[in-house]
Nanobody, 115 residues
Framework: QAQLVESGGGLVQPGGSLRLSCRAT????????MAWYRQAPGKQRELVAT???????NYADSVKDRFTISRDNTKNTVYLQMNNLKPEDSAVYYC?????????WGQGTQVTVSS
């Protein structure tokens, strides 16, 4: 059974950094495109960054040059390095694994950026 487990969220001051991790089990991780989404209270879930099983990464304009998505297929893990965090980055961050019409979600990890 597929399972995605996020970790690394927390409270950080503006300008600070966090690294989120998402470890996948029950899937052939290397075949899946991976992505990070986020959802703030009262807002729709939005795509933050994607990393396919081959090819280039993509980012939302709001996080370009601040966030970096990466993956380690030997550890079945995708990461999101977040630098220069802003209060508007506060949200629950979700990991997604996609392969064709198949998709899996993690349970989310809270990121709060506040002084």
């Amino acid at each position: 059974q597929a399972q995605l487990v996020e970790s690394g969220g927390g409270l950080v001051q503006p300008g600070g950094s966090l690294r989120l991790s998402c470890r996948a089990t029950g899937i052939t991780f290397s075949l899946y495109a991976m992505a990070w989404y986020r959802q703030a209270p009262g807002k729709q879930r939005e795509l933050v960054a994607t990393i396919p099983n081959g090819g280039s990464t993509n980012y939302a304009d709001s996080v370009k040059d601040r966030f970096t998505i990466s993956r380690d297929n030997t550890k079945n893990t995708v990461y999101l390095q977040m630098n220069n965090l802003k209060p508007e980055d506060s949200a629950v961050y979700y990991c997604n694994a996609g392969l064709g019409k198949i998709g899996y979600w993690g349970q989310g990890t809270q990121v709060t950026v506040s002084s």
